[in-house]
């Protein structure tokens, strides 16, 4: 059962490394903002209206929490089993659909347009995450965890790898830019773009992939192993702070749950502890120093003395 710190600092939030102290607010505690849902995932903060989205899979909904008031409403149900969302850079809402298999944004109006739901003729497994880069190109990863049973979507044959894609910005052409990431999850850029991090959820351990981008931005280099997890180590959903540090989402097991943050050399820094396993977070608030996670039933948030990078 939830119970909130009684005192300050934290102690649900460890330092691991010195490094982590500075980014510690010692007079701010996990909060939990909302609870009741199946499998939260995906949030993404607006920030001129004030209010956090987030993905409520088995439910088919998406939530809405308004800073303001605390208020809790469904923002759009059904959802097509959404996921992974973020913001492009002219502020729309851009959305992972298990249920239709595609890639969609929301228009100022509210209408949909349909982004990519097929590559080379096939169609797409269930886009799970989602990144905008500055120059407007939409990446996202489609591993097939939507597509294997009728709880999280609906079941169905895979047509295509698990890859992870390109949007281009400009053309709306889909290319693939990594092909060899099996079942792959979570992607952020680092905050000078320069790096994509990809999470492998089908390897046991499970690993986090980093890229270089090549020189014109639209193409991935350089794979390599950026963190290889304990066995019972389990990633997910991450985005990048200003200063390249790794918040990533972190599971599963009894003490295990929560948020881990790795600095941009891979050592663990610091830990959120949280009584159930975060799916996804992202950075929200005013100042983008809210640390906003969903996992599993429940909604929470933590003030921290950073910002989240742009895009994310």
């Known amino acids: 059962m939830w119970q909130p710190a009684e005192r300050y600092p934290d102690p649900a939030v460890e330092i691991l490394d010195p490094r982590f102290a500075k ?20 949030p993404v ?14 439910n088919n909904r ?10 809790v409403s469904a923002f759009r149900k059904p959802s097509n089993f959404a996921n992974g969302h973020t913001r492009d850079r002219q502020g729309r809402l851009v959305s992972c659909e ?9 228009e100022y109006d509210g209408s949909i347009t349909v982004i990519v739901d097929r590559f080379e003729g096939k169609r797409l497994n269930s886009p799970n ?22 709880y999280e979507g609906h079941a169905a044959e895979a047509e295509l790898p698990t890859n992870v894609y390109r949007v281009d910005g400009r053309t709306g052409e889909a290319t ?3 092909g060899d990431v099996n079942r792959p999850n979570g992607l952020c850029f680092s905050p000078d773009e320069r790096r994509l991090y990809v999470v492998e959820s089908g390897t046991l351990p499970r690993r986090i992939r980093v890229f270089d981008l090549s020189d014109d931005g639209r193409r991935l280099q350089n794979d390599r ?15 990048c702070d200003v200063d390249g540090n790794l918040w990533a989402g972190w599971g599963t097991g009894e003490g295990r749950d929560g948020v881990m943050v790795f600095a941009p050399d891979a050592t663990p820094i610091g830990r959120i502890a949280l ?36 895009g994310g």
């Open 129 to 150: 995450d989602i990144v905008v880069k500055s120059d407007d190109s939409i990446w996202f990863t489609d591993p097939p965890f939507g597509i294997l049973g009728h």
């Open 176 to 178: 693939v830019v990594c």
């Open 62 to 71: 998406v939530m809405r929490w308004d800073e303001e008031t605390g208020a």
């Open 225 to 239: 192993v950026f963190l290889q997890t304990e066995m019972e180590g389990s990633p997910d959903g991450f985005r």
């Open 275 to 310: 009584p159930e396993r975060c799916a996804n977070l992202c950075f929200g608030g005013i100042a983008r120093n809210r640390l906003f996670m969903a996992a599993s039933q429940s909604l929470y948030a933590l003030y921290v003395n950073t910002q989240g990078a742009r």
């Open 45 to 58: 903060w607006f920030g001129d209206g004030r209010y956090l989205l987030w993905s409520d899979i088995p």
């Open 23 to 42: 980014y510690r607010i010692t007079s701010a505690a996990v909060e939990r903002l909302a609870t009741g849902f199946r499998w939260a995932e995906g």
């Open 98 to 106: 298990h249920g239709t298999r595609r890639v969609t944004r929301t």
